[in-house]
T-cell receptor
Framework: DTGVSQNPRHKITKRGQNVTFRCDPISEHNRLYWYRQTLGQGPEFLTYFQNEAQLEKSRLLSDRFSAERPKGSFSTLEIQRTEQGDSAMYLC??????????????FGPGTRLTVL | AQKVTQAQTEISVVEKEDVTLDCVYETRDTTYYLFWYKQPPSGELVFLIRRNSFDEQNEISGRYSWNFQKSTSSFNFTITASQVVDSAVYFCALTVYGQNFVFGPGTRLSVLP
């Protein structure tokens, strides 16, 4: 297993453009999370999926943000009409949740977004 | 609402010194889970440990040890005989049902040779 992968690793865009990030979780993991991390801060929860269902969204996730996880495999996070304040590292994590619990998250390397 | 506080923003130690990273959490729930993650300069967060609220037994793994005390809502992390490779940002995190994870602001540890 190669772990959680994210693409692209870096994205530079102009204000107002749309961007989409992809996350491929560890194959047997049924939960997938998106976080945002700015310099000097801890990750901030954005949203999470269990299989293909999006079960929770943070208030941080404005209407310009949308996430999908079709078929419960990879996930995409789209930001529409980007703003300079969206510049951050976007992290994806996955975990396996079963009857015995198991909330350990395994993180991908992140996508660094710079909005000019 | 849950909250995690890591009061130490930055710590510097000399190699081979012991160092303790503090974590204080807040939650009204009686069942919860605590975590420590390491974020080295390369940037990828690495899972270190999970602790359940009903298991207060302390844990040791090599040079790492964790002290969980519900009475003071603390989950501290000690590195014994620190090494340069321990230099990283360390995050403490809390979740109640494995949904919304709340991370602390992190402690940057620098281990000097």
């Amino acid at each position: 297993d190669t772990g959680v992968s994210q693409n692209p690793r870096h994205k530079i865009t102009k204000r107002g453009q749309n961007v989409t990030f992809r996350c491929d979780p560890i194959s047997e993991h049924n939960r997938l999370y998106w976080y945002r991390q700015t310099l000097g801060q801890g990750p901030e929860f954005l949203t999470y999926f269990q299989n293909e269902a999006q079960l929770e969204k943070s208030r941080l996730l404005s209407d310009r943000f949308s996430a999908e996880r079709p078929k419960g495999s990879f996930s995409t996070l789209e930001i529409q009409r980007t703003e300079q304040g969206d510049s951050a590292m976007y992290l994806c994590a996955s975990s396996y949740y079963g009857t015995s619990g198991g909330y350990e998250q395994f993180f991908g390397p992140g996508t660094r977004l710079t909005v000019l | 609402a849950q909250k995690v506080t890591q009061a130490q923003t930055e710590i510097s130690v000399v190699e081979k010194e012991d160092v303790t990273l503090d974590c204080v959490y807040e939650t009204r729930d009686t069942t919860y889970y605590l975590f420590w993650y390491k974020q080295p300069p390369s940037g990828e967060l690495v899972f270190l440990i999970r602790r359940n609220s009903f298991d207060e037994q302390n844990e040791i793994s090599g040079r790492y040890s964790w002290n969980f005390q519900k009475s003071t809502s603390s989950f501290n992390f000690t590195i014994t005989a620190s090494q340069v490779v321990d230099s990283a940002v360390y995050f403490c995190a809390l979740t109640v049902y494995g949904q919304n994870f709340v991370f602390g602001p992190g402690t940057r540890l620098s281990v000097l040779p």
